[in-house]
């Protein structure tokens, strides 16, 4: 059963206006959120995170929001540059069980920045 | 700088051989980890490992196995490569921190597109 989800697989935007990529999970254990960016044939790099303490955190053009009674967070790119188009991961972290300090990885999310 | 390197970039392999990737962190991280990604699939975890000849098993873990005799290196072994195989392969490391309890950040090497014939 998948816990953490990206329900979209494709996002198509237009340079210079905001991207949103959505992401739910399912346990409320989660206490720390990350999103990875990945291009083509290289390792994904950690770009944005948020604990559960808070809803909001932001770094430049980059936001993320989490709504923990909704069990979802978004992240927001303000504004979307071509150079934005790559796949991006949502993960989440939650001490639990034999889990500790394993991700659990969404299925991506593929962004298009079109200029 | 934080590095992760993989021993290749690209490999090609016949079913039913032995294969190694090789990984390397120089951050002096406790935490190391094998995935795989594959479209539609998303980053999915094959083994981990806490310490040095520790390891655990990923979500899956069949047709692998894994060796960490040292804390900088982490090796993934497939026994008997088979085509299901194919795959990008990401190594990732992360530190534990001051609490035991290992971060949340991960870091991840270039990957490995290996390709099983």
């Known amino acids: 059963d998948q816990q953490v989800k990206q329900n979209s697989p494709s996002l198509s935007v237009q340079e210079g206006r905001i991207s949103i990529l959505n992401c739910d999970y399912t346990n409320s254990m989660f206490d720390y959120f990350l999103w990875y960016k990945k291009y083509p044939a290289e390792g994904p790099t950690f770009l944005i995170s948020i604990s559960s303490i808070k809803d909001k955190n932001e770094d430049g053009r980059f936001t993320v929001f989490l709504n923990k009674s909704a069990k979802h967070l978004s992240l927001h790119i303000v504004p979307s540059q071509p150079g934005d188009s790559a796949v991006y991961f949502c993960?989440?972290?939650?001490?639990?069980?034999?889990?500790?300090?394993?991700?659990?990885f969404g299925k991506g999310t593929k962004l298009s920045v079109k200029p | 700088d934080v590095k992760v390197t993989q021993s290749s970039r690209y490999l090609v392999k016949r079913t039913g051989e032995k294969v190694f990737l090789e990984c390397v962190q120089d951050?002096?991280?406790?935490?190391m980890f094998w995935y795989r990604q594959d479209p539609g699939l998303g980053l999915r975890l094959i083994y981990f490992s806490y310490d040095v000849k520790m390891k655990e098993k990923g979500d899956i873990p069949e047709g692998y196995s894994v060796s960490r005799e040292k804390k900088e290196r982490f090796s993934l072994i497939l026994e008997s490569a088979s085509t299901n195989q194919t795959s990008m392969y990401l190594c990732?490391?992360?530190?534990?921190?001051?609490?035991?309890?290992?971060?949340?950040?991960?870091?991840f090497g270039p990957g490995t597109r290996l390709t099983v014939l």
């Open positions: 993960a989440a972290h939650g001490t639990y069980g034999g889990s500790q300090g394993n991700l659990i």
């Open positions: 990732a490391s992360s530190s534990s921190g001051t609490s035991g309890r290992p971060t949340d950040t991960q870091y």
């Open positions: 951050m002096d991280h406790e935490n």
